[in-house]
Every structure is written in C-alpha cells, then in structure tokens.
C-alpha cells in the first residue's frame, strides 16, 4: 500500500472527519480514492466546465488588516485617520502605499490596490465567511456552520480534485482558514491540507519490517517502477488507476520540497510566510488550481504602530518576490494572487493606539491572473470609512476569480436541499480590471 500522509485531522463543514491523506491499496481506491476523483475531473471537462489552466493563490491575513496601513494611508486625512505608518511612494503616478511596503511599491506595476471594497459582516467568522464563499452568515459567529461552499472547493468541483497529468490536488490548504470547505459539495472537494508538513504528506510510506534504510527504498520504487513496465501492469490499468499509480511515483511531489527550488529565489522569499508562498507558485506550477495561505495577527485592536512594524515587513517580503517571480517566470497570465481578509479596522484610531472592526471599507489587492494591473481602483471618503466611489463586494471579487477560472458565472450546484443554486446571485467582475 502506497499512503500519503498527514499526523492531522480536521472535521468539515458537514461534519465528517477527513484525515489529510491518499491511499493506493493495491492500486485501487474505491468511491472517494484517487481514481475515482481524476475520473471526476475527467467527466467535468467532457462537460465543458474546464476551460483555463490558471491558478489562485489566496493570502488570507487573519483578524481583519486594516485597510489604512496597507494600501489606502490617505496621508491627506486628519492625524488620527490616516496612516500611523506613513506612506511609500509607488512607480504608478499619485499612488503610495503605507509604510511598511517598500518592497511591494518597487512591483505595484503588477498589481492593483481597490480601495472601494467593501461588505457589512464585522464578525471574524461572519467576515471570514462572507469573503471565503461570497455570502453573507450571520450564524458562524454564534457557533453555525459554513453554509455555502467555498471558491476552492468550487474549483475542485468543477475541474475535478486533481489534475488530469501531474495528479496535484486541485485544491490546497497550505494554512486554514475559516469557511474554507466544501459545505454541501461535500468531502470529495475540501481541501488537500498539509499542515505545514507538505512533503511530510506527500512521502511514500511502507511498511517499517520492509525498508532497512532510505536507500532500500529508493531502491524498492525503482524496481517497482521497473517490474510494472516490463509485466504491462501500467499498459493495463484503467486511466484514472495510472494516474493515481503517477501521482505518487511521478513529479507531483516534488513542488513540495523548497530543497529543489534555487536557494538564491528560496532566500528572497524569506522564512516561514515567504516559504509558503514559494510553495504556493510550485504548486500551481505543477497544475494546483487553487492555494490558501493564511497569515494572521491582523486583529490589532491596540498599539496598531508596534503590530504592524511587526507583521508588514514580513507580508511586504513574501508578496513582493511572489510578485515578481512569477511575472520573470512568465506565469503573471497563468496565476492570480489575491490578498485579503475579513474585513478592514476602523478608521480612527481608538484610545488604545488600534483599530477595530469595520466591514464597510475593507483591504485588498491583487496580482496577476491576465487582468489589467498597475492601478488603483475605486476610492475611499476623505476619512477612510466607506467607498466614495461604486462599492465592490465579496460576489464581485468571486466573479473576478471566477472570469480568471474560466468558469461560468452562471454556475449552479445542487445544494443540500435538493435544488439547484447558483454560486454567484449579484456579483459581476471588476470591470476596472478585466
């Protein structure tokens, strides 16, 4: 038996457990087993709901980022409103960023800043759930469950929970987030989660009795890989059986493992958040059509100075050179990065230093994914609390994901009533940008 494993379990929306793990026993994995998912994948292209080879990496900073410090300082408001951080000016005329993003403001040519995004969920799961799946639930932040599926899990669905030639999991959980699962899609399409412990997840296990060292292993692959070609065994298997059979003995592991990657783009990335990042561009290099990384330590209620010379830094680092890496690989058409939360901090800075909760002006930015870059779009008032220009929602931003997807925004799914819904009622792509 050939296991990927993980040392973790999560329970899901539905309230199924799910070990973070495939398993080949004797090359067949019955109905939720790796074959039977390729096979999934293979009957929604015949359907014609594949139609791009893009990917999404989503950066989620956790506990609401505000949207001040980050990309809107609006140094022309009052002292108490506007950037405690300061600015740094960007190459896009008129254009700065707040203070800790010196390095992010060298790339804003590859980016875009919407500074009109907003929504009315100032709850940390209600925010989180609105932005994760494009609806609103006011019950998470009294112990409710998810309700609606999430983007990732909707890219599973529709492409199918792994690639068709590398067997990458279509959708990845590098770290979680909230209202990240498959809701009533079901278990079949959550995320393939790791922990942190990617390659931990991706190694071939046998038994202990069997293997004296890593090179008897090494050795036993090969002489499997070997005594399969020779006997017709892969000649033989049913598609989705090879590759499953491929997807631990191919090359899908390895987008895993930073040791094969150039230390000198390893080292511009930095440590911990950087390296999930690098991960994050590996992956969907080898055909993962949806990443999450999480960052948290955003919910700066006091001391909002100190929090962010702190957290900025980092984000600023790891976003720059994912940034510009993936636009000197040419990959700026093939991948969009999104980088959000669950909402943005109120504007006036509290007696404690800090910022609290507010929905109704929010942060995000994104990179990439063939849409039109360098450039801000919408506006906040003059004092940083609501758009001043045409609001953008959480639907909106879905249907810009969607448009990068290819994926119909008419799309529907049976819910678990029995009836069919569409995954996006009102939201329509941001124009500025597609």
């Known amino acids: 038996m050939l296991t990927l494993k993980a040392h973790r379990r999560y329970r899901d929306c539905d309230g199924s457990t799910r070990r973070d793990f495939l398993k080949i026993g004797g090359l067949g994995l019955g109905a939720l087993g790796l074959p039977a998912l390729l096979k999934a994948r293979a009957h929604a292209a015949q359907q014609g709901l594949t139609v791009k080879d893009t990917s999404v ?76 799946t494009g609806y609103d639930n006011r019950n998470i932040d009294n112990g409710g469950l998810p309700t609606r599926p999430s983007i990732g899990s909707i890219c599973a669905k529709v492409r199918g929970s792994n690639h068709p030639v590398t067997g990458m999991p279509t959708y990845v959980r590098l770290s979680g987030i909230g209202a990240d699962g498959p809701a009533f899609l079901g278990t079949a399409y959550a995320p393939f989660g790791t922990n942190r412990e990617a390659k931990v997840n991706m190694e071939l296990r046998t038994p202990v009795e069997r293997v004296s060292d890593r090179r008897s292993l090494l050795e036993g692959f090969d002489r499997l890989r070997r005594e399969s070609d020779q006997t017709g065994l892969m000649d033989g298997l ?25 230390p000198r783009c390893v080292a511009r990335y930095g440590k911990d958040l950087g390296e999930q990042m690098l991960v994050a561009r590996r992956l969907c290099e080898s055909g993962c059509g949806f990443v999450t990384v999480s960052y948290g330590g955003w919910d700066m209620h006091g001391n909002i100075l100190r929090s962010m010379n702190a957290r900025g830094p980092v984000v600023d680092r790891a976003v720059s050179a994912f940034v510009e890496d993936v636009a000197q690989r040419g990959l700026s058409d093939k991948i969009l990065l999104v980088v959000t ?4 901090r109120t504007p006036k800075i509290n007696r404690n230093a800090g910022r609290d909760h507010w929905a109704p002006l929010s ?72």
């Open 238 to 262: 049913d598609a989705f059986e090879s590759q499953a059979f491929n997807l631990v003995l191919g090359n899908a592991p390895a987008a895993f493992d930073l040791k094969k990657e150039d």
């Open 57 to 132: 990496v989503w950066l989620w900073l956790g506990g609401g980022p505000t949207h001040v410090e980050t990309f809107d300082p609006k140094m022309t408001a009052p002292a108490e409103y506007r950037s405690v951080t300061g600015e740094v000016k960007t190459g896009i005329p008129g254009v700065s960023l707040g203070g800790n993003f010196e390095q992010t403001a060298k790339v804003a040519d590859k980016m875009a800043f919407v500074r009109s995004f907003a929504h009315t969920n100032s709850g940390h799961g209600g925010g989180t759930h609105f932005l994760m």
């Open 363 to 434: 942060t995000l930015a994104l990179a990439g994914g063939g849409l039109r870059m360098g450039q801000t779009v919408g506006e906040s008032d003059a004092k940083l609390y609501r758009p001043a220009s045409r609001p953008i929602g959480p639907q909106d931003l879905m249907a810009t994901v969607f448009q990068v997807l290819g994926f119909d925004p008419k799309l529907q799914f049976v819910n678990q009533g029995g009836r069919p819904v569409y995954m996006i009622e009102e939201g329509e792509p941001i124009p500025e940008l597609v």
């Open 341 to 344: 939360g669950e909402f943005g």
